[in-house]
Nanobody
Framework: QLQASGGGLVQAGGSLRLSCAAS????????MGWFRQAPGKEREYVSA????????YYADSVKGRFTISRDNAEKTVYLQMNSLKPEDTALYYC???????????????WGQGTLVTVSS
């Protein structure tokens, strides 16, 4: 089970840190991803991290502004979001899967989503 948190309302240029806490004993064996879905749009890939944290991927739209990390001892994955833009407004979901991927279908477990709203 995945529980995402940390969303909120922030002004453009501000920062937020999202967290995704996992339950279960196998968290450290899963790659983790963050996706987002804006109103009226499809869910899109944001970032992913390998089970060890040694590899990370970012969508071009967030590269250089967002940082994904994980703490396997705490069973938590984070998404640090800096220099936020109004177009980052979306419901953010965390997901767990066997391998890092930009494709939703590659992830087996999903959190409930946390809302990020960036005002201009």
């Amino acid at each position: 089970q995945l529980q995402a948190s940390g969303g909120g309302l922030v002004q453009a240029g501000g920062s937020l840190r999202l967290s995704c806490a996992a339950s279960g004993r196998t968290f450290s064996s899963y790659a983790m991803g963050w996706f987002r879905q804006a109103p009226g749009k499809e869910r899109e890939y944001v970032s992913a991290i390998s089970w060890s944290g040694g590899s990370t991927y970012y969508a071009d739209s967030v590269k250089g502004r967002f940082t994904i990390s994980r703490d396997n001892a705490e069973k938590t994955v984070y998404l640090q979001m800096n220099s936020l833009k109004p177009e980052d407004t979306a419901l953010y979901y965390c997901a767990a899967g066997a391998h890092m991927s930009i494709y939703r279908a590659q992830y087996d477990y999903w959190g409930q989503g946390t809302l990020v709203t960036v005002s201009s």
